[in-house]
């Protein structure tokens, strides 16, 4: 089983940015796709950034186009999202997920259900607040 630990989150002040990390204990196919669920308080689970490895292709919330970007290396064993130019919108716990059934054609980034991503972190919460 896929385990995943999110680090990075904490205090920041708008305009500024964080970049919170995901470490994976494996990867035990090529193809998987990789993201981060965000919640706020009394608000449902928001799928913000998600990457796929069979065309390398992301998805990027509306909310976070041009200011969140999601990579990872597969040698490092970790992923990231880089978070520019918070706003108190973005305070929420992040959670790093993983669909890593080995599919070649079901994209789960696509999906964007918590339902599609069999690993998820425990969550790191971030606060945007002055």
């Known amino acids: 089983q896929v385990h995943l630990v999110e680090s990075g989150g904490g205090l920041v002040q708008p305009g500024g940015s964080l970049r919170l990390n995901c470490t994976v204990s494996?990867?035990?196919?090529?193809?998987?796709?990789i993201g981060w669920f965000r919640q706020a308080p009394e608000q449902e689970r928001e799928l913000v950034a998600c990457?796929?490895?069979?065309?390398?292709?992301?998805y990027y919330a509306d909310s976070v186009k041009g200011r969140f970007a999601i990579s990872s290396d597969k040698s490092k064993m970790t992923a990231w999202l880089q978070m520019d130019r918070l706003n108190p919108d973005d305070t929420a716990a992040y959670y790093c997920?993983?669909?890593?059934?080995?599919?070649?054609?079901?994209?789960?980034?696509?999906?964007?259900?918590?339902?599609?991503?069999?690993?998820w972190g425990q969550g790191t919460q971030v606060t945007v607040s002055s």
């Open positions: 997920v993983a669909d890593m059934s080995g599919s070649y054609w079901y994209n789960a980034c696509n999906d964007k259900r918590p339902a599609a991503f069999g690993a």
């Open positions: 494996e990867f035990p196919l090529d193809a998987y796709a």
């Open positions: 990457f796929w490895t069979i065309d390398k292709s992301t």
